[in-house]
């Protein structure tokens, strides 16, 4: 069984940045041709995709967010991070990671997200 877990601070301040972890088990994040996203849901919005780290280790952005956002792994720990700089309130959002198959824009597995809320 596949299971995704988001970890991270639940509160950031305006202008920081942002930093979560999403742990795998059941699937090694190295495994073809797996993709593993971030997505997050503003509150009273849809969802939102920010991007993607595949399982070689390439990464793709959100245009929109591309100039704050940065996803990285540590596959001896089966783990991939998100970090959004320059944080401000409209970034107040649930985060979830998601395991997406062979670029199909299908999610298979999804982490339970988690609250992040930018305030001072």
């Known amino acids: 069984q596949v299971q995704l877990q988001e970890s991270g601070p639940g509160l950031v301040k305006p202008s920081q940045t942002l930093s979560l972890t999403c742990t795998v088990s059941?699937?090694?994040?190295?495994?073809?041709?797996?993709?593993w996203n971030w997505i997050r849901q503003p509150p009273g919005k849809g969802l939102e995709w920010m991007g993607v780290i595949d399982y070689d280790g390439s990464t793709y952005y959100s245009p929109s967010l591309k100039s704050r956002t940065s996803i990285s792994r540590d596959t001896s720990k089966n783990q991939f991070s998100l970090q959004l700089s320059s944080v401000t309130p409209e970034d107040t959002a649930v985060y979830y990671c998601?395991?997406?198959?062979?670029?199909?824009?299908?999610?298979?597995?999804w982490g339970q997200g988690t609250q992040v809320t930018v305030s001072s």
């Open positions: 059941g699937c090694s994040i190295t495994t073809n041709y797996y993709g």
């Open positions: 998601a395991r997406e198959v062979a670029r199909t824009n299908t999610y298979d597995y």
